[in-house]
């Protein structure tokens, strides 16, 4: 078994700030990639950003300048720091990860998702 519990999503007006966590736990032999998606209602859900196992990232256009996403690969956790939010960032926002069960043995997973909510 493999979760991933994310937390940090709340309440903010706009310009505030949001720090995210997500931690995976369970049989895991190592993790690879690890990422945030969002999905707002009626929307699809979109790549917000994503860290390899060797810190190389990609961030949507959307969200460049405005969030980091780092990791601690000792704790298997990701973290998401998003500044300068805006309404339009609103959604839910998902826990992405390639986890490793044994050496061959790869799987993808997802986090339960945690809202975050920007005011005007």
């Known amino acids: 078994q493999v979760q991933l519990v994310e937390s940090g999503g709340g309440l903010v007006q706009a310009g505030g700030s949001l720090r995210l966590s997500c931690t995976a736990s369970?049989?895991?032999?190592?993790?690879?990639?690890m990422g945030w998606y969002r999905q707002a209602p009626g929307k699809r859900r979109e790549l917000v950003a994503a860290?390899?196992?060797?810190?190389?990232?990609n961030y949507a256009d959307s969200v460049k300048g405005r969030f980091t996403i780092s990791r601690d690969n000792a704790k298997n956790t990701v973290y998401l720091q998003m500044n300068s939010l805006k309404p339009e960032d609103t959604a839910v926002y998902y826990c992405?990860?390639?986890?490793?069960?044994?050496?061959?043995?790869?799987?993808?997973?997802w986090g339960q998702g945690t809202q975050v909510t920007v005011s005007s």
């Open positions: 992405n990860a390639d986890i490793y069960r044994t050496t061959w043995w790869r799987d993808n997973y």
């Open positions: 369970g049989s895991i032999f190592s993790v690879d990639a």
């Open positions: 860290i390899t196992g060797g810190h190389n990232t």
